[in-house]
């Protein structure tokens, strides 16, 4: 017998099937970088439901954009051409190095699209070859094929069988990727930053030999930019700042500010599906995809992404004289994606101290036990990100002497 799952802090959440343990809080309404509880209470938000409100809570763009798409038009099937897809799509391959786009509704779809359209281009083009070389600590999403394709330490065994076909390699290290190149092998894939793995960046001389030897060898570069795709990074896409251009990117998260919407998108001579290979039920519906305009719109104004890389150099350097103050390992990242290097392994209890906080709250994240990780709202101010770090400091104080 497998132990029963605890049950859920409030009544009203018994329903709600077992999966994770969530703190006794339920969110009823947030504005730009703040949340509010069912208490009243606040809280400055440094998670953005996993990096996807890129503008922050109700920003008047997206509210604008669902709420004069909601009385137009909702979803005609995708079985048919719509405008907002259609100028979506335009634009996306307008401000990347990609000819066309194929929307999906959450990050683990797209990954899944992008392995589908590796195979079969495969098929088409190399003998049949299917392998994807993926990473270790990778993350791509929890579909079957997305786990398979993580190397995430436990999801082998997790639901095994797994998916078969995705060898893992050692980020930053072109022999062990070169070592696993074969005649079945069809395509390399990652995140340009592994997020979930605790915010560590490919080098850009590994990005770069990466293109290198899959041009080489015959083989699509895949990059897994639903993490640090739309801004997050500093510029619109995280491939730029390598100079690399790869065959097939994948977004998600940020793309939709907040609602489900994901894209695959791939050169021209990549895209090989035929009538029939790829679909499904709400896969560019209008709704989310005006959304996602409005999202662009706002990301690709002047200044915007420019602000961005400014307001995460301003990040980067207070939390790396928070670390030299409390004789922590430093910080990582890039743009509005970075990570604090704690000396041990109190990142989840300082995410708990840290909601704590009175009067306001302050939401973290601990992708690893000795990791904190930041994902603000790309338009976050810098005094709210000083008000982050006073809140942080107070917190791995404390954290430090209950330890
Ligand atoms: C979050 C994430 C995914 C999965 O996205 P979902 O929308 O949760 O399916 C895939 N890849 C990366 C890099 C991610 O950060």
Request: hydrophobic fraction near 40%.
């Given at each position: 017998m497998i132990a029963k799952a605890p049950c859920a802090p409030?009544?009203?959440?018994?329903?709600l099937m077992w999966i994770t343990s969530r703190p006794d809080i339920v969110f009823t309404s947030g504005q730009g970088s703040w949340l509010t509880d069912q208490t009243g209470k606040r809280y400055l938000d440094f998670v953005q439901g996993w990096a996807v409100n890129c503008l922050g809570h109700c920003h008047p763009a997206v509210t604008r954009a669902l709420t004069d798409q909601a009385s137009t038009?909702?979803?005609?099937?995708?079985a048919f051409y719509n405008p907002p897809a259609m100028e979506l799509a335009r634009r996306l391959t307008a401000c990347s190095a990609f000819d066309r786009v194929f929307f999906a509704n959450s990050g683990a779809e797209a990954n899944e699209g992008a392995i589908k359209l590796a195979r079969k281009w495969g098929r088409k083009h190399r003998q049949g070859a299917f392998e994807i070389i993926t990473f270790e600590n990778a993350f791509h999403g929890r579909t079957l094929a997305a786990m398979s394709a993580s190397g995430k330490p436990g999801w082998d065994t997790l639901y095994a069988p797994q998916v078969p076909g995705f060898p893992k390699a050692r980020l930053n290290d072109i022999d062990s990727v070169r070592a696993l190149v074969g005649p079945h092998t069809v395509a390399v894939m990652l995140e340009p930053i592994q997020g979930e793995a605790g915010v560590i960046p490919a080098d850009d001389d590994f990005l770069r030999a990466l293109r290198t030897l899959t041009a080489e060898e015959g083989l699509l570069l895949m990059v897994d930019?639903?993490?640090?795709?739309?801004?997050?990074?500093?510029?619109?896409?995280?491939?730029e700042q390598a100079g690399i251009v790869p065959d097939v990117m994948t977004l998600g998260k940020g793309i939709g500010g907040g609602v489900p919407l994901s894209a695959l998108l791939a050169r021209e001579a990549v895209c090989?599906?035929?009538?029939?290979?790829q679909g499904g039920t709400y896969n560019g519906n209008p709704l989310m995809t005006a959304v996602g305009l409005a999202v662009l719109e706002e990301l690709t104004a002047p200044d915007f992404l420019a602000e961005v890389a400014a307001k995460g150099e301003y990040l980067s350097a207070r939390l790396l004289e928070l670390s030299r103050e409390l004789g922590l390992r430093g910080e990582r990242g890039r743009g509005l994606l970075r990570a604090l290097l704690l000396a041990d392994d109190r990142a989840a209890r300082c995410v708990e101290l840290a909601r704590e906080l009175e009067p306001a709250g302050l939401l973290l994240n601990a992708p690893r036990p000795d990791i904190l990780r930041f994902m603000p709202a790309l338009t976050i101010s810098r005094e709210e990100i000083d008000l982050m770090i006073d809140g942080l400091r107070d917190v791995l104080l404390r954290a430090g002497k209950a330890a």
């Open positions: 409030a009544d009203q959440a018994s329903a038009l909702v979803n005609p099937s995708p930019e639903v993490q640090t795709g739309m801004g997050r990074v500093g510029t619109l896409f995280a491939y090989c599906f035929e009538a029939g290979d």
